[in-house]
């Protein structure tokens, strides 16, 4: 069965810090996709990316950057000079095989940015 | 595009009430999937469907919860009889094509209370 660890339940920073939410994932598949999700305090679920096995590219967006590493099976995510519209629920997420099936998600992460 | 839509967005009703969720996915998207989100047991896959058939509703708590999709644009999710334990949000979502994983996009969400 798959698994999704998120060992930090919450963080708390300083406005303009980095800050890195931690993923950890369990599965016995060979071909699996992870996913971050946002949810702010209006409590939509945002997608921020999406990352296949085959791929350990490391990915930047913006302020945002993400680390693959099959190796230790974690896939964390960085934001760089935090702000306070990134305060929210970032939930890491796995799918496994080939197909769309549905998402095991994390416990998720309570960032909050302070000003 | 409106997006995955919800009703209602607010739902409070009394234990041993049937409650029944409605959802319209993105049009021309083929899979369907609903989540609840407890603070407890955190974002939990119910069911999905693809091409309106249900694919996995291993997820599904109980008896009490039936999902259906009678067409490609409406799904519901209906509780009966509602429990306080039901009180949770869930969350319908729709991705494009089940034949190769693609980002999920989640709604608004419905918040329901079960007295």
């Known amino acids: 069965a798959q698994k999704v660890t998120q060992a930090q339940t919450e963080i708390s920073v300083v406005e303009k810090e980095d800050v890195t939410l931690d993923c950890v994932y369990e599965?016995?598949?060979?071909?699996?996709?992870l996913f971050w999700y946002k949810q702010p305090p209006s409590g939509e679920l945002v997608f921020l990316i999406r990352?296949?096995?085959?791929?350990?590219q490391n990915e930047i967006s913006g302020r945002y950057s993400w680390n693959f590493q099959k190796s230790t099976s974690s896939f964390n995510f960085t934001i760089t000079a935090s702000q306070v519209v990134d305060s929210a629920v970032y939930f890491c997420?796995?799918?496994?095989?080939?197909?769309?099936?549905?998402?095991?998600f994390g416990k998720g992460t309570h960032l909050i940015i302070q000003p | 595009d409106a997006g995955v839509i919800q009703s209602p967005r607010h739902e409070v009703t009394e234990m041993g009430q049937e409650v029944t969720l409605r959802c319209k996915p993105i049009?021309?998207?083929?899979?369907l999937f609903w989540y609840r989100q407890t603070m407890m047991r955190g974002l939990e896959l119910l069911i999905y469907?693809?091409?309106?058939?249900?694919?996995?509703d291993s997820g599904m708590p109980e008896d009490r919860f039936s999902a259906k999709m009678p067409n490609a644009s409406f799904s519901t999710l209906k509780i009966q009889p509602s429990e306080p334990r039901d009180s949770a949000v869930y969350f319908c979502?729709?991705?494009?094509?089940?034949?190769?994983?693609?980002?999920?996009?989640f709604g608004p969400g419905t918040r329901l209370t079960v007295l």
């Open positions: 979502a729709s991705s494009l094509d089940r034949t190769k994983p693609n980002e999920q996009f």
């Open positions: 599965t016995r598949d060979t071909t699996y996709y």
């Open positions: 990352r296949n096995s085959f791929d350990e």
């Open positions: 997420a796995l799918e496994q095989g080939g197909g769309a099936d549905g998402l095991t």
């Open positions: 049009s021309g998207h083929n899979s």
């Open positions: 469907f693809n091409n309106n058939v249900p694919i996995d």
